[in-house]
């Protein structure tokens, strides 16, 4: 299984503002996924990040505005950049891992952001 | 149209009644997740399906691939139950593809 922790666990921040976002897991996994589930909606998958490569934007999501880092097998960070009271979110990372039963979806408890 | 859509959308029982929430999808997929967030916003997982059933306690999820339809129920509802059920389908990459959720309320 996986174990994930995200910092900050809540923040509000000021428009026009940056946020960095980390993403610890307690495992060694390759492929690390950011979320992004706004007020009242399903989540929506910003990012895919991979250890040594450049991160998969989906579409409707870009590094300008949302750069992430994968230094190593257990950690990632989303940056939310130049923020809009729109981006106002809660933002999860999610990994996918063996968890005895079968390979499984594990996502931190997630980050919830309001700016003003 | 949603690739992935839930049904209902709201759903509120009596203690003890038989749930059923209902996904539909339009794409093809690796596999299908059901899973269960509560109103602190924490995400669990309950099954991943790629055929047939699973039963876990309460829990049973069905999926027809050939209809891209699953189906999860809980037997015996009990409050604890009351969260958001969302239903994802997984698809190249292991990226998945969320439908809107059902709010169940389970009154005691």
């Known amino acids: 299984s996986a174990v994930i922790s995200q910092k900050p666990s809540r923040d509000i921040c000021q428009r026009g503002t940056s946020l960095t976002i980390q993403c610890q897991v307690d495992?060694?996994?390759?492929?690390m996924f950011w979320y992004r589930q706004q007020p009242g909606q399903s989540l929506t998958l910003i990012a895919t990040?991979?250890?040594?490569?450049?991160?998969?934007?989906e579409s409707g999501f870009v590094i300008d505005k949302f750069p992430i880092s994968r230094p190593n097998l257990t950690f990632s960070t989303l940056t939310v950049s130049n923020m809009s009271p729109e981006d106002s979110s809660i933002y999860l990372c999610?990994?996918?891992?063996?968890?005895?039963?079968?390979?499984?979806?594990?996502f931190g408890p997630g980050t919830r952001l309001t700016v003003l | 149209k949603n690739e992935v859509e839930q049904s209902p959308q709201n759903l509120t029982a009596q203690e003890g009644e038989f749930i059923t929430i209902n996904c539909s999808y339009s794409?093809?997929?690796?596999?299908l997740h059901w899973l269960q967030q509560h109103p602190g916003g924490g995400i669990v997982s309950l099954f991943m399906l790629s055929s047939g059933k699973k039963k876990h306690g309460r829990l049973i999820a069905t999926i027809n691939i050939q209809e891209k339809h699953s189906s999860l129920h809980i037997t015996a509802s009990h409050p604890r139950d009351s969260a958001v059920y969302i239903c994802?389908?997984?698809?190249?990459?292991?990226?998945?593809?969320f439908g809107e959720g059902t709010q169940l309320t389970v009154n005691p």
């Open positions: 495992s060694q996994v390759t492929m």
């Open positions: 999610s990994v996918h891992a063996n968890s005895g039963r079968y390979n499984e979806q594990f």
């Open positions: 794409v093809g997929i690796s596999a």
């Open positions: 990040a991979n250890q040594g490569s450049e991160a998969t934007y």
């Open positions: 994802a389908v997984e698809t190249s990459g292991s990226r998945l593809t």
